[in-house]
């Protein structure tokens, strides 16, 4: 995962030390000085790649850290995935953490790592049950994250005659393995969930009332929207405040290589989105820009 920070001109990401080894091993967080390279690559003056990279840390084998990343909205932490047995080592005495679950073998939580210390730190899943397929959590105020319980199972002994054939995880009607149990049925509440992670109060901000529901979710720094994708790739903005909720793009491909994955702008006016709606392959991805609704903007007298 690449991370570009807000307040500087660095790129974080992270990659394994030994690009050999077949197993997990030790990673290490690298830095990019993206003004410097920038430049350099202006003035026609790139130097090897080592010029503009720092190595903030690396994290040991036995961790079983992940490439998945996020840089912290503070920008001096990043966050990546962690094995069981590390995430063991941070959790009450008596905690035990559940076998991974499903076809896709889906494991436990993130830890942290400092990257100007390299300290570790780490942090609590949110609490669940068996029929909550939780996903694509982020971060979108100082105390809030959003994610999706998702609803794009059926429920056990129901008849949809329109609905489409199961696929793979890059197709446009995943997770329909048998395996999966009950989760991601919409027999008990789903859709695009907002946490406050001060007073762990949580409530849905709405839900698609079709297909897949809420898939990649997002949300506004000011808590005035939400924004959430779904398998077939349509764009959905929610107004917190009123729990007006419209379709705000779509046509961006099932086909495509990857998903919306919508992204709020500081100010809250634009959503970031890739999309291969102007791709002749019907696969490349393109970054777009989606405005905000003016009249949602505006704020009610």
Request: one cysteine or more.
């Amino acid at each position: 995962m690449l991370n570009v920070a807000r307040k500087s001109m660095k790129l974080y990401y992270a990659r394994r030390v030994n690009k050999e080894e077949k197993e997990p091993g030790a990673i290490e967080v690298v830095e990019i000085d993206l003004e410097k390279l920038f430049s350099d690559s202006k003035s026609g003056n790139l130097k090897p790649a080592s010029a503009y990279e720092r190595v903030c840390g690396i994290t040991t084998p036995e961790m079983g850290a992940g490439g998945d990343m996020a840089l912290d909205g503070g920008e001096e932490w990043v966050w990546f995935r962690v094995g069981k047995e590390e995430a063991l080592k941070y959790l009450p005495e008596g905690t035990g953490i559940a076998e991974p679950f499903g076809p896709r073998n889906m494991g436990p939580g993130p830890g942290g790592m400092d990257s100007k210390c390299r300290r570790y730190r780490f942090a609590p899943s949110l609490p669940g049950s068996e029929h909550e397929w939780v996903t694509h959590e982020a971060v979108i105020s100082p105390d809030e994250v959003a994610f999706a319980i998702m609803g794009h199972r059926p429920i056990p002994y129901t008849n949809d005659p329109d609905r489409p054939e199961g696929t793979a995880v890059g197709g446009a009607n995943p997770g329909q393995e048998a395996a999966w149990g009950p989760s991601g049925i919409r027999e008990k509440p789903t859709g695009l969930g907002i946490v406050n992670i001060r007073t762990r109060e949580m409530h849905i901000a709405g839900q698609i009332p079709y297909g897949s529901g809420f898939w990649h979710v997002h949300g506004s720094p000011d808590k005035r929207f939400a924004v959430g994708d779904n398998f077939d790739r349509e764009l959905y903005l929610i107004n917190r405040e009123t729990d007006e909720m419209i379709l705000l793009t779509a046509g961006h491909k099932t086909t495509a290589a990857d998903h919306v994955h919508p992204t709020f702008s500081p100010d809250g006016t634009k959503i970031h989105i890739q999309s291969a709606m102007l791709s002749e392959d019907n696969r490349s991805m393109n970054i777009c820009i989606v405005p905000v609704p003016e009249k949602w903007l505006k704020k009610e007298e």
